[in-house]
T-cell receptor, first 116, second 110 residues
Framework: SAVISQKPSRDICQRGTSLTIQCQVDSQVTMMFWYRQQPGQSLTLIATANQGSEATYESGFVIDKFPISRPNLTFSTLTVSNMSPEDSSIYLC?????????????FGQGTRLTVV | AQRVTQPEKLLSVFKGAPVELKCNYSYSGSPELFWYVQYSRQRLQLLLRHISRESIKGFTADLNKGETSFHLKKPFAQEEDSAMYYCALKGYNAGNMLTFGGGTRLMVKP
């Protein structure tokens, strides 16, 4: 099973600034994702981080606001740009391990972001 | 489009009582269904998957294709079962994305 380290675990940021969240996996994985978990709501997929190419964003999320890097198969970053209080949320890094019989998603511990 | 619905945001039961967390899905095909759990101050983790037909920590879930449901059940709830539970679906569309339900917070009272 994949072990995911995410940092920072939490941060309080001023509006208008940007925060970069790092995600490190202990093994090479093909599929790496970023989710947002807003208070009292479900996990919403922000984008798929593609190694060697631009990330694939879901509806409602754009690269200018959430630029993503994926320089290799074990690491990715998500930047939350020009933050506003509405961006206060938990951001989660996730990877899938797809086996012949099983699929399982593994998650980082999350980054709790508060924008003031 | 694939969708997962968990109608209850909060479910509160007493210790020893049966518990059922509801999950309904919509998907035009045969999806894979999962239950994920997040205990307090821990990361989200897989609880069980329908393919394995397993019982984990006393929990079971049966995929009912006719009702498009995948309800999570346990006959006797324990206090340590208190957590956030998410039902998830993986279809076979491009990207094989996991779609999560809104989550149900289970509180087991002593």
């Amino acid at each position: 099973s994949a072990v995911i380290s995410q940092k920072p675990s939490r941060d309080i940021c001023q509006r208008g600034t940007s925060l970069t969240i790092q995600c490190q996996v202990d093994s090479q994985v093909t599929m790496m994702f970023w989710y947002r978990q807003q208070p009292g709501q479900s996990l919403t997929l922000i984008a798929t981080a593609n190694q060697g190419s631009e990330a694939t964003y879901e509806s409602g999320f754009v690269i200018d606001k959430f630029p993503i890097s994926r320089p290799n198969l074990t690491f990715s970053t998500l930047t939350v740009s020009n933050m506003s209080p509405e961006d206060s949320s938990i951001y989660l890094c996730s990877v899938y391990e797809i086996g012949r019989l099983n699929t399982e998603a593994f998650f980082g511990q999350g980054t709790r972001l508060t924008v003031v | 489009a694939q969708r997962v619905t968990q109608p209850e945001k909060l479910l509160s039961v007493f210790k020893g009582a049966p518990v059922e967390l509801k999950c309904n899905y919509s998907y035009s095909g045969s999806p894979e269904l999962f239950w994920y759990v997040q205990y307090s101050r821990q990361r989200l983790q897989l609880l069980l998957r329908h393919i394995s037909r397993e019982s984990i920590k006393g929990f079971t879930a049966d995929l009912n294709k006719g009702e498009t449901s995948f309800h999570l059940k346990k006959p006797f709830a324990q206090e340590e079962d208190s957590a956030m539970y998410y039902c998830a679906l993986k279809g076979y569309n491009a990207g094989n994305m996991l779609t999560f339900g809104g989550g149900t917070r289970l509180m087991v009272k002593p």
